[in-house]
């Protein structure tokens, strides 16, 4: 959605930073969006994309609904493939100029290997958010597979338990630190070496 916060931002940095909506699920919106990056972006593409909007559904096996794991998996799964997509021919512009990736923003929770309840979990089961992530991590595979021949490089991320509407205000970390972290992932770290992999913000690799 568009914040107080980020309006005050582009109106900082006008010729800089551009603000533009989007109903991630209104697949019929992307040619209308796509257009108005290209106007933005020319013939340099998009070096660059984050795909970090995400809903989290917390609801155990005795609550869960048909209903909730297709909304959790479409916003957390579906959107962010269709959006990658949509944007394909501005990512292949820019990646026969320069260094390109997909950034995929996963969770910790969407780790199988990582999915038993000892020690206690306060995520614990959640059907929706946690399957919807590890989704969400193996498109990112099959992704990064795909746009490997075309100089794309595509990763999932952690960012940490963060103090966000989505984390709460108990959350481990500030938001300074997670995105601080990724940044940091994408600037340093991104390399044929990691197509595909499960990073967290401080660098180390996540096992699927």
Not at 189 to 204: A, F, M, N, P
Request: glycine share 8%.
């Amino acid at each position: 959605r568009l914040t107080q916060s980020w309006i005050n931002e582009r109106d900082k940095h006008p010729n800089r930073l551009h603000v533009l909506q989007l109903e991630g699920t209104n697949y019929n919106s992307f040619p209308e969006f796509v257009k108005q990056v290209e106007a933005i972006v020319g013939d340099q593409g998009i070096d660059t994309l984050i795909n970090n909007a995400g809903i989290a559904i917390k609801k155990l096996l005795d609550g869960v609904t048909a209903e909730d794991m297709l909304k959790n998996f479409e916003v957390n799964s579906v959107a962010p493939l269709m959006l990658t997509k949509a944007l394909l021919p501005l990512l292949k512009v820019s990646a026969s100029k320069r260094k390109t990736a997909v950034i995929n923003i996963s969770s910790g929770q969407g780790s199988i290997a990582r999915a038993n309840h000892t020690p206690p979990n306060p995520w614990r089961s959640m059907y929706p958010y946690r399957t919807s992530k590890t989704a969400l991590n193996m498109i990112t595979k099959c992704l990064a597979v795909d746009l490997k021949p075309h100089g794309i490089h595509v990763i999932c991320m952690s960012p940490g338990h963060l103090k966000t509407d989505l984390g709460g205000p108990t959350a481990d970390l500030e938001v300074s630190t997670g995105v601080s972290g990724v940044l940091n992932v994408i600037k340093t770290q991104i390399t044929d070496d990691v197509l595909g992999k499960y990073i967290r913000y401080e660098g180390s690799i996540l096992p699927y």
